[in-house]
């Protein structure tokens, strides 16, 4: 089952993402640059989508909101993995990304998460290595697939031997 939220493409944001990176296009800052115009707009560096998590309710790695559970006082967390999972014996693996549309500033993108494949590999110190992947989908206002975002997270099955 998919989980969803939106995702508003903002100005700033856009800005802002492109200066920590040291890109300074102005197809990420200048809305009158003939560069910017020659494109159709704004537009977003390429792995900006990962800024959502700003957007995702309980976004499990936030821990400056607060939150509102039902008698709860834990992040609920979500299915499909691709982080690694818990208990310390997790990482994440892998990202990739696979660009169908062009992101413009001012879009509001419909972000939707589910699980993808799961798989193991036996490890050398930390018994099998369980793998699982999350994958995330970016639509534009008009339903058209940007992005789409799939991570991989490793657990290994027991604490690792020293």
């Known amino acids: 089952?998919?989980?969803?939220?939106?995702?508003?493409?903002?100005?700033?944001?856009?800005?802002l993402f492109a200066r920590s990176l040291r890109d300074i296009r102005p197809e990420y800052s200048d809305p009158?640059?003939?560069?910017?115009?020659?494109?159709?707009?704004?537009?977003?560096?390429?792995?900006?989508?990962?800024?959502?998590a700003h957007w995702e309710?309980?976004?499990?790695?936030?821990?400056?909101?607060?939150?509102?559970?039902?008698?709860k006082d834990a992040r609920p967390q979500r299915e499909g993995g691709g982080?690694?999972?818990?208990?310390?014996?997790?990482?994440?693996?892998?990202?990739h990304y696979e660009y169908h549309h062009p992101i413009l500033v001012g879009d509001t993108l419909s972000v939707?998460?589910?699980?993808?494949?799961?798989w193991e590999k036996q490890g050398r110190r930390g018994g099998k290595?369980?793998?699982?992947?999350s994958i995330t989908e970016y639509r534009n206002q008009d339903g058209v697939l940007c992005v789409?975002?799939?991570?991989?997270g490793v657990q290994t099955e027991r604490a690792v031997e020293q």
């Open 129 to 133: 290595l369980l793998f699982s992947e």
């Open 57 to 71: 309710p309980n976004y499990a790695l936030d821990i400056t909101r607060p939150r509102i559970l039902p008698g």
């Open 83 to 95: 982080g690694g999972g818990g208990l310390g014996r997790g990482l994440h693996a892998e990202q």
């Open 1 to 15: 089952m998919a989980e969803g939220y939106e995702f508003p493409v903002d100005r700033t944001q856009v800005m």
């Open 112 to 118: 939707t998460m589910r699980p993808g494949e799961r």
């Open 32 to 52: 009158d640059h003939p560069a910017t115009k020659a494109i159709g707009g704004m537009t977003v560096p390429p792995t900006f989508v990962q800024c959502s």
């Open 148 to 152: 789409t975002a799939r991570s991989v």
